[in-house]
């Protein structure tokens, strides 16, 4: 698992984990009927022009982002001590324009709202299905260490021989369960703000905006309703775990 996972970390490049991002390097822009892609899309669109909306309020210039030391601190400390064993890591470690800051914070609200949501509320309907999708495996597959795979030997009883038993089953079925619950602290969802930070009449018309684009959205998911793991008022604004 570890070494997956170090395998993994090192193709991650951080422009890949924005929608366009995640699309694009899937190669699904064109493919019909895909409703992450489309929906992903609307909401994508709307939290774009939400950030960039914020954002031209306090950076009028380019200027004024060269010189907000707080932001380029945070950029080369992310670049480079974040990710500091994994050289193609993608994240700018200088923000030189607001067209970057815009793609950097809209990715950011992107991950840690949407994308996050509607992998991690999805689980169960995956994971929840042991023989579709197990988490361990009590005999060899087919094929290992290059055995030539003979399919008319291959019978049932094998498959059933590599699933895991009643308990592990049970144990794997009881936390997808609960890791695609909503919790009592995701009372906090995309575009509602418990807490406001902004005073400007500006930011505050940027907000209102946002969420009168959210709501036409999850109209339009509604009439189709069709799949609807992207509906924002289920979409907390970031995990609470």
Request: proline share 4%; aromatic share 12%.
């Amino acid at each position: 698992m570890m070494e997956l996972m170090n395998r993994s970390y090192k193709q991650w490049n951080f422009s890949n984990t924005s929608f366009t991002g995640l699309v694009g390097s899937r190669n699904v822009e064109h493919l019909p009927e895909y409703y992450y892609k489309d929906d992903g899309n609307l909401i994508w669109g709307a939290i774009l022009k939400f950030v960039q909306g914020i954002l031209s309020i306090y950076y009028t210039s380019e200027n004024d982002i060269h010189s907000d030391e707080e932001l380029q601190n945070f950029a080369r400390e992310v670049a480079t001590v974040g990710y500091f064993d994994h050289p193609n890591h993608g994240f700018p470690e200088v923000i030189d324009s607001l067209e970057t800051l815009i793609d950097v914070v809209s990715t950011v609200v992107w991950t840690a709202s949407v994308q996050h949501s509607t992998v991690n509320f999805g689980q169960y309907d995956t994971f929840g299905n042991i023989p579709f999708c197990s988490a361990s495996m009590f005999s060899e597959p087919p094929g290992h260490n290059g055995a030539k795979v003979d399919k008319t030997s291959f019978t049932y009883d094998h498959i059933i021989n590599c699933l895991p038993n009643k308990e592990i089953s049970s144990q794997q079925v009881a936390i997808m369960y609960v890791l695609s619950s909503y919790s009592d602290a995701e009372d906090v969802y995309l575009g509602d703000y418990d807490e406001m930070l902004f005073t400007e009449h500006e930011a505050l018309a940027c907000f209102e905006q946002f969420r009168d684009d959210l709501r036409i959205i999850e109209d339009t998911i509604n009439e189709r309703n069709d799949w609807t793991k992207m509906i924002p008022s289920k979409i907390p604004s970031s995990p609470a775990i």
